[in-house]
């Protein structure tokens, strides 16, 4: 027999026998010094690990971006430095309610979330399948999981709580109306298109900022299900999206995306008529065209779901030189939540995993921590300054300073807002056909919930256009 094919204990001994327990006689009992039945339980009991908190069903695979179009003059980051340059990535796609159980084919949002591993550093594009979100306030982000997740009293997903909360954020229109069109179960991940969805920066080699939108079109074309027919899919395969994924790339048919961005100079923001640091608003493209980037490609499934996929950490606050933050509120609460999270579920230093390390030399001073298995920086010193050169920090990176003004204050996001016409603008682009299913997945996802929450869903509608919400008051049997 081959070495690698024998059984042995973590720690590398024989295994004698994996078939019977050690016992004092053929009826036992068992005896404590069966350190095999030991270490196999005691590892079995802690095989689970925390779940995300969003997205914690999920897909995942290697691939790679390729830079098509020259963007220089506005990103000095090196993985767009060159027209045909390549970067490898890794990408993992989601649904977001749902427990690391859920059937993939439900009525949700998709998550977008890609790794580039640059020569920079790690470079995380952390977003979703739609360009806005439900919020504009972070404040609000928990109480968005508890509505959508289980009741805590019946364990059920409840219409009445996620519908409550939905409709009580004026703001939410717009990424609902998304969710209940047709667009809201996509067919597979490889038919989905994915957006930054914030307003993120680019600094230039002249140090000179642009704001920029990320845009990544699916080659696949858009594929979506209807309510019937993807309840038919679940009722013989809960892990559609994931099979999907992993064959086609099993059978060479890598799925690829063309990204875009909008890209909007510095001083413009305080011009355009809309806050464009607003995440429950998109740029026009009238006034924003996409501009082409490049393409990546998805090519090599994972050999281990736990080891590569489950592991996988994804952090907006993992930028590289060239790309930066904006002051969207939304995406300045994310720098926070994500790493911190990963610091729970994987530990302190879940960026060794191996999905997760980046592919060029790591030079931060952290030390210790559990699970510390490269090499502890050895006999490095851990202070800075020193009189050694240790630890240099790099200004050439420094971004140009932005201005900020303005009095410290819970500033009322709400006031003299405009919620409705983009929403409003999104209806009026649908054909009635698409209309129609937009008012039938409505009715149909508000299910039980109390006429009230109904009543406020229609007058929301009806804000954004008076056929929205006389359509779906018509699709819910509610006389407007
Ligand atoms: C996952 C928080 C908004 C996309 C997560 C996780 C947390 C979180 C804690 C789990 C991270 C982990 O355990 O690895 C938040 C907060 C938000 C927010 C606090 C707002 C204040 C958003 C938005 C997007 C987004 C706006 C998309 C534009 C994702 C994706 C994942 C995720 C794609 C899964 C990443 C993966 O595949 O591992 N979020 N989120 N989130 N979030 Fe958010």
Redesign the pocket.
């Known amino acids: 027999m081959s070495e690698e094919k024998k059984l042995t204990t973590a720690a590398g001994c024989p295994v004698v026998d994996n078939q019977n327990t050690l016992t004092a006689g053929p009826r036992g009992p068992v005896l404590l010094q069966d350190v095999w039945l030991l270490e196999k339980l005691a590892h079995f009991d802690r095989e689970v690990i925390p779940e995300?908190?969003?997205?914690a069903k999920?897909s995942g695979a290697y691939g790679s971006f390729t830079v098509t179009h020259d963007i220089t003059r506005y990103t000095r980051a090196k993985l767009f430095s060159q027209i045909g340059k390549k970067t490898e990535l890794f990408a993992?796609f989601?649904t977001v309610a749902g427990e690391r159980g859920a059937a993939d084919a439900e009525r949700d949002i998709r998550?977008?979330?890609l790794k580039f591993y640059t020569e920079e550093g790690n470079w995380d594009m952390?977003?979703?399948n739609t360009p806005v979100?439900f919020?504009r306030d972070?404040l609000k982000?928990p109480d968005l999981n508890h509505a959508v997740k289980r009741d805590p009293r019946t364990n059920l997903r409840s219409a009445t709580n996620n519908w409550d909360f939905w409709t009580s954020l004026p703001e939410a229109l717009h990424q609902v109306t998304i969710v209940m069109s047709e667009r809201g179960i996509p067919a597979s991940y490889r038919h989905m298109h994915g957006?930054?969805?914030?307003t993120y920066s680019f600094i230039n080699a002249q140090n000179e900022r642009h704001w920029v939108k990320f845009h990544f079109k699916c080659q696949q074309g858009i594929r979506n299900l209807s309510d019937a027919e993807a309840e038919a899919i679940i009722g013989r395969d809960r892990e559609s999206h994931q099979r999907d994924l992993f064959d086609a790339i099993e059978r060479g048919d890598f799925p690829k995306w063309t990204l875009y961005v909008q890209v909007m100079p510095e001083k413009e923001a305080a011009q355009v008529p809309y806050n464009p640091f607003d995440?429950t608003k998109v740029w026009p493209h009238k006034d924003y065209p996409l501009i082409e980037v490049g393409e990546f490609e998805l090519n090599r499934n994972p050999e281990n779901f736990f080891a590569e996929v489950e592991q996988?950490?994804?952090n907006p606050a993992a930028v590289v030189p060239g790309i930066g933050f904006s002051p969207d509120k939304?995406l300045q609460?994310?720098l926070f939540?994500?790493g911190d999270?990963?610091r729970y579920?994987l530990g302190v230093n879940h960026h060794q995993i191996p999905v997760n390390a980046p592919r060029c030399p790591v030079h931060s001073y952290h030390r210790d921590g559990a699970m510390r298995v490269d090499g502890n920086f050895g006999s490095r010193l851990g202070y800075e300054p020193n009189s050694y050169g240790q630890w240099q920090e790099q200004p050439d990176y420094r971004e140009p300073p932005l201005s900020i003004e303005g009095a410290a204050d819970h500033w009322n996001h709400r006031e003299d807002e405009d919620y409705y016409s983009q929403p409003g603008a999104l209806f009026r682009l649908m054909s009635p056909a698409q209309q129609q299913v937009l008012f039938d997945n409505t009715a149909r996802a508000m299910g039980d919930a109390p006429e009230g929450i109904k009543r406020r869903h229609i007058a929301n509608c009806g804000k954004a256009d008076p056929a929205y919400g006389a359509g779906v008051a018509e699709a819910l049997g509610i006389e407007a």
């Open positions: 995300r908190r969003m997205h999920g993992r989601t998550g977008f979330a952390v977003g979703n979100f919020l972070p982000f957006f930054g969805s914030h995440l996988s950490a994804f939304m609460a994310r939540s994500y999270a990963q579920r």
